[in-house]
């Protein structure tokens, strides 16, 4: 059995699913309501406060769709309850970052401006001039749209400068040697 696949999804409080047809998956709760047509070789059943997760056959695909499906269920839940986010930090000298309304201003030592305009259902808000955080319920999103800022200018070896998730780590390089 899948280890991710076996594992049951706890409803929380105010969280609703419903299971139509085809694995056709609605979500709603606090945060929002998100939809999503699930691989139809995959049963889901509703159990009391939890989703369960099972397979029909033990065949390659329906294996890797075991915990596919029941991954994705889970970050549906997770969305509409808690919401995700990702944080951005931007170094370096002059390279900074303003929101005008649903558009973000960045300033990364181009000769022009970079102005992004937010998707239908994600926020970004700047903290300081060079911190981004991308928030929203669908997981999918948030993570695409924090990977287009960040390819705007992405960090490189060896300054540092460029922008880069808050939790990565920059592996540096050492510059040119000095004459001998």
Do not use: W
Not at 104 to 121: A, F, K, Q, R
Not at 170 to 180: D, E, F, N, T
């Amino acid at each position: 059995m899948s280890r991710v696949g076996r594992m049951p999804i706890a409803i929380p409080a105010g969280v609703t699913v419903d299971i139509a047809e085809n694995n056709n998956v609605t979500v709603k709760g606090p945060k929002g309501t998100l939809t999503r047509v699930l691989p139809a070789e995959m049963e889901i059943k509703k159990e009391g406060a939890e989703i369960v997760v099972s397979r029909p056959n033990d065949l390659k695909r329906n294996k890797a769709l075991h915990g596919l499906t029941r991954a994705l269920l889970h970050n549906m839940v997770v969305g509409v309850s808690e919401g995700f986010q990702k944080t951005l930090e931007i170094n370096g000298v002059g390279y900074r970052a303003a929101k005008e309304g649903k558009k973000l201003n960045l300033s990364l030592g181009y000769s022009h401006p970079v102005i992004m305009e937010d998707p239908e259902g994600i926020e970004s808000v700047c903290e300081t001039a060079n911190k981004i955080i991308v928030k929203g319920i669908d997981k999918e999103k948030v993570g695409q749209y924090a990977a287009e800022i960040r390819s705007k200018r992405g960090p490189e070896p060896y300054k540092g400068k460029g922008i880069k998730y808050a939790e990565e780590h920059i592996r540096r390089k050492a510059g040119k040697a000095g004459k001998k």
